[in-house]
């Protein structure tokens, strides 16, 4: 059988998360994202026929799914491992992509809607915070933290970690990733008594 030449689906999605992650949602147009990911605007279309909206919505998610995939796989091995994953994976991001790349989820999440709904990639930006939360808290109960102080945890880990990926591309250093890791790893053995 014949292999197709139109670009997966799955790449068109991928490559939006990356021309997002470096541009934001409202610089970067469905065309760029076809652009960028190699494929033509056409095969973009049918994919996501209800345009920018629905392919930012998918490019959040599969970013998602991607963290969260590590992060199920490192939090078997407990929440400080988890924690280290995290951090490592963003500043992994940042540094090899001379600090142009951050978190297609945050880039999403921060810009304002222009319609009074939330848009399909707000939604889906929310989702994936909750998700990575919630994996978050449940190794931190698992590991003897009181439920409420796992959820709080977990939230400050996401929001500090997703904060310092964006200082650290206006810095062009990982100084704020480092400082907050080192913080986060000391919360995170109090609450689980270490």
């Known amino acids: 059988m014949a292999k197709s030449s139109a670009p997966s689906r799955e790449r068109i999605v991928a490559g939006a998360a990356d021309m997002i992650s470096r541009r934001g949602l409202s610089a970067?147009?469905?065309r760029e994202m076809a652009k960028h990911a190699k494929a033509?605007?056409?095969?973009?279309?049918?994919?996501?026929?209800?345009?920018?909206?629905?392919?930012?919505g998918e490019a959040v998610r599969y970013t998602g799914e991607w963290v969260a995939r590590?992060?199920?796989?490192e939090l078997e091995a407990g929440p400080?491992?988890?924690?280290?994953?995290?951090?490592?994976?963003?500043?992994?991001i940042v540094v090899e992509s001379d600090f142009r790349a951050g978190c297609p989820v945050l880039a999403v999440a921060i810009e304002e809607p222009q319609v009074d709904?939330?848009?399909?990639?707000?939604?889906?930006?929310?989702?994936?915070?909750?998700q990575w939360e919630t994996l978050l808290a449940a190794s931190l109960r698992a590991h003897g933290a009181e439920a409420e102080q796992a959820a709080q945890l977990a939230t400050l880990v996401v929001a500090a970690v997703e904060g310092t990926v964006a200082m650290c591309r206006a810095k062009r250093s990982t100084q704020?990733?480092?400082?907050?890791?080192?913080?986060?790893?000391?919360?995170?053995?109090?609450a689980i008594g270490n």
Request: charged residues 20%; proline residues 8%.
């Open 80 to 92: 400080t491992a988890g924690l280290r994953a995290f951090l490592d994976l963003w500043r992994t």
């Open 117 to 130: 709904d939330v848009p399909p990639a707000l939604a889906a930006a929310a989702e994936v915070f909750e």
């Open 176 to 190: 704020p990733l480092d400082r907050a890791a080192e913080q986060l790893q000391a919360l995170v053995a109090v």
């Open 28 to 30: 970067t147009s469905i």
């Open 40 to 56: 033509p605007l056409g095969s973009t279309y049918h994919y996501f026929p209800e345009g920018k909206q629905q392919l930012a």
């Open 70 to 73: 590590r992060l199920r796989k």
